[in-house]
């Protein structure tokens, strides 16, 4: 699917006056699914993530690429013991840690009590919306 897309930024602070922008073409797809083959949509319940520089919510859509190796400093997917969570994947000396954006939730060491970890994909884009309820009601599993 394409949208229009107008190469500009727009202020958040106060308005300039507008320049003329030409609308340029930008296919979402692969913008936010570029290795379709190994890419998925995932959906965020709960608050660990929120509050952070990540901009993670609660009931925000994922964009996750299994494709890219994981490295220090992504928001990864990975299953621990057995359940997914989204977590940032931080490297301190030779360990690896789980580290939620929200202080409120404990890190997990990797190799520590949880040995079973397995990273399934990295975090490639955030999609949230401005006007809640809206996309539960458009995104269901069939």
């Given at each position: 699917m394409w949208f229009r897309f107008f190469d500009s930024m727009v202020p958040a602070g106060?308005?300039?006056?507008?320049?003329?922008h030409q609308a340029l073409r930008l296919d979402l797809n692969r913008l936010l699914l570029p290795h379709p083959d190994s890419?998925?949509?995932?959906?965020?319940?709960?608050?660990?993530?929120?509050?952070?520089e990540s901009g993670i919510r609660d009931g925000a859509l994922l964009a996750v690429d299994c494709h890219l190796q994981a490295q220090h400093d992504d928001v990864v997917i990975a299953v621990v013991e057995g359940g997914?969570?989204?977590?940032?994947?931080?490297?301190?000396?030779?360990?690896w840690f789980l580290v939620p954006d929200n202080p409120s939730y404990p890190e997990v060491r990797i190799g520590g009590e949880f040995d079973m970890i397995d990273v399934w994909g990295v975090v490639t884009h955030v999609v949230t919306e401005t006007r809640r309820g809206r996309?539960?009601?458009?995104?269901?599993?069939s």
């Open positions: 106060f308005p300039s006056p507008a320049d003329d890419s998925y949509l995932v959906r965020v319940m709960g608050e660990s993530m929120s509050g952070g997914f969570t989204v977590k940032r994947l931080l490297r301190r000396g030779d360990t996309l539960a009601t458009r995104v269901r599993v």
